[in-house]
């Protein structure tokens, strides 16, 4: 394989890794799911969420791990935001019965702009998307 084939193989996955589409995103994100899933839960543990927290995560994927925020806690009011479309409706499709309930929104952001009040959230994270980001400030 050529230095071009290998430097566009690599870009592709980047670009599979920022925001996720089509098929090879739900590759992509079923490897993601799993390959964070360890530093998700102890990040969920780092945050020491109170029952009734108000919590935001900057990019969930396919959401997969959102029920762990519940299982820990029980009562919060959990908001997803995401650049992906593909997958805003993986991690839907994944938290029908948490959506139910009601204290659980997914949206589409560019991640720059998040439309909430100050001091809204009383937690917010994100786990491996912040060198996706092109304003870390």
């Known amino acids: 394989m050529s230095i071009e084939d290998n430097?566009?193989?690599f870009k592709s996955i980047a670009d599979?890794?920022?925001?996720?589409?089509?098929?090879?995103?739900?590759?992509?994100a079923a490897h993601m799911a799993e390959n964070n899933h360890n530093m998700i839960l102890q990040t969920i543990a780092a945050m020491k969420l109170k029952e009734y927290d108000?919590?935001?995560?900057?990019?969930?994927?396919?959401?997969?791990?959102?029920?762990?925020?519940?299982?820990?806690i029980g009562n919060?009011?959990?908001?997803?935001?995401?650049?992906?479309?593909?997958?805003?409706?993986?991690?839907?499709?994944?938290?029908?019965?948490?959506l139910r309930a009601g204290n659980l929104t997914f949206s589409l952001s560019d991640g720059v702009t998040i439309d909430f009040s100050d001091n809204f959230f009383d937690k917010v994270f994100t786990v491996n998307t912040i060198y996706f980001w092109d304003d870390r400030s």
Do not use: W
Request: glycine residues 14%; charged residues 20%; hydrophobic residues 30%.
């Open 16 to 28: 599979q890794l920022k925001c996720p589409t089509g098929d090879d995103g739900l590759t992509t």
């Open 7 to 9: 430097s566009a193989r």
């Open 76 to 98: 919060l009011d959990y908001y997803g935001i995401d650049i992906s479309e593909l997958m805003i409706t993986e991690a839907t499709k994944v938290n029908q019965s948490l």
């Open 54 to 72: 108000t919590v935001l995560e900057i990019g969930p994927g396919g959401g997969r791990h959102v029920g762990s925020l519940f299982n820990e």
